[in-house]
């Protein structure tokens, strides 16, 4: 497992920017798949983004496709999630996770390591 933790979060008003940062503990980083999942008040955890440990592959859910970026850092063990536009709808507790494989379809079952998440609040 590798220990991660997500930064950047906060309130922001909609259509602005946010950048999410996941710091990894362990220099396998490289090594895993990197994710972005979110959970919004009494829904359920949502995929957001993949991102193939070589960086060559990527997969985004509908509702973000166009205005969310993932992308790596391995040399520096990090993983961001550029976030454009924003709406109110993206308001949610966001996580990183970090799994050992890819596929194009991915599940927050394929990521055996997650941090505990960073809040992000869009008003209108």
């Known amino acids: 497992q590798v220990r991660l933790a997500e930064s950047g979060g906060g309130l922001v008003q909609a259509g602005a920017s946010l950048r999410l940062s996941c710091t990894a503990g362990?220099?396998?980083?490289?090594?895993?798949?990197l994710g972005w999942f979110r959970q919004a008040p009494g829904k359920e955890r949502e995929f957001i983004a993949a991102?193939?440990?070589?960086?060559?592959?990527?997969n985004y859910a509908d509702s973000v496709k166009g205005r969310f970026t993932i992308s790596r850092d391995n040399a520096l063990n990090t993983g961001y999630l550029q976030m454009d536009d924003l709406k109110p709808e993206d308001t949610a507790v966001y996580s990183c996770?970090?799994?050992?494989?890819?596929?194009?379809?991915?599940?927050?079952?394929?990521?055996?390591?997650w941090g505990r998440g960073t809040q992000v609040i869009v008003s209108s």
């Open positions: 362990d220099r396998t980083f490289s090594d895993y798949t």
């Open positions: 996770a970090a799994g050992p494989y890819w596929k194009p379809t991915l599940r927050a079952a394929d990521f055996g390591s």
């Open positions: 991102l193939k440990w070589s960086g060559g592959e990527t």
